[in-house]
């Protein structure tokens, strides 16, 4: 089975601050993906990437960033966090060989800006 | 621009009751349809996914059909159990990019 992990569950964190989302996978897929997910407006993607060390734009990159420098580990940074960040941050991985392009998620991060 | 559209946003119904949910989406290029179960406060489930040239996929009680001409998708849960309550999202696979483009889902509950 696919597995897919989120380094937090749940995290609270102050305005202005640094904030640091890893999600690693174990089934060695080529391609990482991260959303988040609000009331009302479904899945959004931040930011993807197919390689390592290679991302692509989302439709909602502005104020993320993000790094992969492992195949299985792709990390979301927030550089300075707002309350309007407030959301459920999903990570997901797929590989290419997988004709469906079938997406695997991981549990979530809920995090909440105060 | 590909808007994926889940209605009812919410559905309560009895136990036992045979229900569809419904996903339509405006662009039909689409190289499949995925359905997805989420749990309150939990990550996502896949449950069907259906190719562009697929018209149903069956899994157990659940039954996911495709129509790309009307750009609609359904998702028929038979005999519901309570353990079926939860929030169903539909994403669409763009032929383009190979992105999901998601429904705001519906959320179900089922009454005992």
Known sequence: ????????????????????????????????????????????????????????????????????????????????????????????????????YEQYFGPGTRLTVT | KQEVTQIPAALSVPEGENLVLNCSFTDSAIYNLQWFRQDPGKGLTSLLLIQSSQREQTSGRLNASLDKSSGRSTLYIAASQPGDSATYLCAALMDSNYQLIWGAGTKLIIKP
């Open chain 1, 1 to 100: 089975d696919v597995k897919v992990t989120q380094s937090s569950r749940y995290l609270v964190k102050r305005t202005g601050e640094k904030v640091f989302l890893e999600c690693v996978q174990d089934m060695d897929h080529e391609n990482m993906f991260w959303y988040r997910q609000d009331p009302g407006l479904g899945l959004r993607l931040i930011y993807f990437s197919y390689d390592v060390k290679m991302k692509e734009k989302g439709d909602i990159p502005e104020g993320y960033s993000v790094s992969r420098e492992k195949k299985e580990r792709f990390s979301l940074i927030l550089e300075s966090a707002s309350t309007n960040q407030t959301s459920m941050y999903l990570c997901a991985s797929s590989f290419w060989g997988n004709s469906a």
